[in-house]
């Protein structure tokens, strides 16, 4: 089992930084890649983006291209989510989750991945 917990979310200024945090436990994670979803009210889960643990390929949605960085910290067994420039629109619960790219290398879709963890929220103000 795996456990994922993030950590780092807070409220925020349109044009303001945060950084996520999000800790992987349980088992050897090598053959994943870390995803990062939000999700606000009335919503579907969004994929943010994601960074596969071994060569640390990232690959990002088109909304935060260029403002949100996804980064990995193998001796911490930690994923991080930069984001700057935030965005009223960037409210959100923020998750991270886990994909085996081992059975798929579609990591855009929330229901690839197979843990979870219980999210952060993200609150921009304008």
């Known amino acids: 089992q795996v456990q994922l917990v993030e950590s780092g979310g807070g409220l925020v200024q349109a044009g303001g930084s945060l950084r996520l945090s999000c800790v992987a436990s349980?088992?050897?994670?090598?053959?994943?890649?870390m995803g990062w979803f939000r999700q606000a009210p009335g919503w579907e889960r969004e994929f943010v983006g994601a960074?596969?643990?071994?060569?640390?390929?990232?690959y990002y949605a088109e909304s935060v291209k260029g403002r949100f960085t996804i980064s990995r910290d193998n001796a911490k067994h930690t994923v991080y989510l930069e984001m700057n420039s935030l965005k009223p629109e960037d409210s959100a619960v923020y998750y991270c989750?886990?994909?085996?790219?081992?059975?798929?290398?579609?990591?855009?879709?929330?229901?690839?991945?197979?843990?979870w963890g219980q999210g952060t929220q993200v609150t921009v103000s304008s």
């Open positions: 960074i596969a643990w071994t060569d640390g390929h990232t």
């Open positions: 989750a886990a994909v085996d790219l081992l059975r798929t290398i579609v990591v855009v879709k929330p229901t690839n991945y197979e843990y």
């Open positions: 349980g088992r050897d994670l090598r053959n994943y890649a």
